[in-house]
């Protein structure tokens, strides 16, 4: 029986599932087994998964369910000690299994690790480097403020951890991630491991595109949260709303064009600031309004060559410190 099952729900994934598999096949811990879920695929993903090679991947087919779905049906079939998700269009490092697994053994109190984030472009050809968050142990009210987990991609997790919460929430859908990292957080502690060993695709298929829809997520999760959480911790309420509407500035920054872009940029950051206006102590809050106010103050095309100009700056010197 394998020490780790690794669980990939793949919808439609021809153009990246293999690439996402090797990046399992390449791990230097070997004692897996993969379990992709098939869910409902109807271009050449199940072809391309039937033609790998390695007895520890094993595939199942169900019809279209969803993430959280394919993700439970994945767990119901897994038989190893420790859990970890993957979708189909990420990447880890060839040892984020041993590293992670071997940060829960020496802390048997955890009963999550993750790590660190790399964000990577569609075509997988460019990367940056996500916050370097470092919490530890206890950190029930960190996460209620914000998912610094960041995406579903990132955690090794213990079975007898999983056994106690039960399954993934179909209903919270865009944000169940978020919902089920809470509910172990509830009774459990987490271990980092301080590396980035996740690469996270930005997909214009993803559910984050859609912004509208992930607001619905986000907020409908955080009254989940809040309603579980003990009465001490309901005055971070603000500040976990201040973050999201933070976060969705960003996606309307990062995805969106046009006028439109601009505006809704400034609406969900000008909300986020009334919610908790101690946000614009944080270098990405300046740094974002910065931008939305040369689009406002100075001719768009000649902000927009500005903030290319800041960005691909900053971009170097990063780049050049990692």
């Known amino acids: 029986m394998a020490i780790i099952s690794v669980i990939i729900p793949a919808?439609?994934?021809?153009?990246?599932?293999?690439?996402?598999?090797?990046?399992?096949?390449?791990?230097?811990?070997?004692?897996?087994?993969?379990?992709?879920?098939?869910?409902?695929?109807?271009?050449?993903?199940l072809k391309l998964l039937l033609g790998v090679n390695d007895a520890r991947l094993k595939v199942y087919s169900y019809p279209n369910g969803g993430l959280s779905l394919a993700r439970n049906r994945g767990i119901n079939l897994a038989k190893g000690e420790y859990i970890s998700f993957l979708d189909a269009d990420d990447l880890w490092t060839t040892d984020k299994l041993e590293l992670q697994l071997a940060a829960l053994k020496n802390h048997p109190e955890a009963g999550l690790a993750y790590s660190w984030i790399y964000s990577m472009d569609e075509k997988g050809e460019s990367f940056f480097?996500?916050?370097?968050?470092?919490?530890?142990?206890?950190?029930?009210?960190?996460?209620?403020?914000?998912?610094?987990?960041?995406?579903?991609?990132?955690?090794?997790?213990?079975?007898?951890?999983?056994?106690?919460?039960?399954?993934?929430?179909p209903s919270m859908d865009g944000?169940?991630?978020?919902?089920?990292?809470?509910?172990?957080?509830?009774?459990?502690?987490?271990?980092?491991?301080?590396?980035?060993?996740?690469?996270?695709?930005?997909?214009?298929?993803?559910?984050?595109?859609?912004?509208?829809?992930?607001?619905?997520?986000?907020?409908?999760?955080?009254?989940?949260?809040?309603?579980?959480?003990p009465l001490e911790m309901q005055s971070l309420k603000i500040q976990s709303l201040a973050n999201s509407y933070r976060y969705l500035a960003y996606k309307y920054w990062t995805l969106t064009k046009g006028q439109d872009k601009v505006q809704k940029t400034a609406e969900k950051l000008w909300k986020g600031i009334r919610f908790y206006p101690a946000i614009?102590?944080?270098?990405?809050?300046?740094?974002?309004?910065?931008?939305?106010?040369?689009?406002?103050?100075?001719?768009?095309k000649i902000g927009y060559s500005l903030i290319s100009l800041f960005d691909n700056s900053r971009r170097k010197l990063l780049l050049k410190i990692q």
């Open 175 to 229: 944000t169940a991630d978020w919902d089920y990292w809470l509910r172990l957080a509830a009774g459990w502690q987490f271990v980092l491991v301080p590396k980035f060993q996740i690469f996270y695709r930005a997909s214009s298929s993803a559910m984050s595109t859609n912004i509208e829809y992930m607001e619905q997520c986000i907020l409908k999760t955080t009254e989940k949260a809040f309603q579980a959480a």
């Open 11 to 45: 919808y439609n994934a021809e153009k990246t599932i293999i690439d996402t598999v090797n990046s399992v096949l390449k791990q230097t811990f070997l004692d897996w087994e993969l379990i992709v879920i098939n869910d409902g695929s109807t271009d050449r993903t």
């Open 129 to 169: 480097p996500g916050h370097s968050i470092s919490f530890e142990g206890n950190v029930y009210a960190p996460l209620l403020v914000n998912n610094f987990i960041v995406n579903g991609s990132n955690c090794l997790v213990s079975r007898q951890a999983i056994e106690s919460v039960g399954e993934f929430d």
């Open 280 to 300: 614009l102590k944080e270098k990405r809050v300046l740094n974002l309004l910065l931008k939305v106010s040369l689009i406002y103050i100075l001719k768009p």
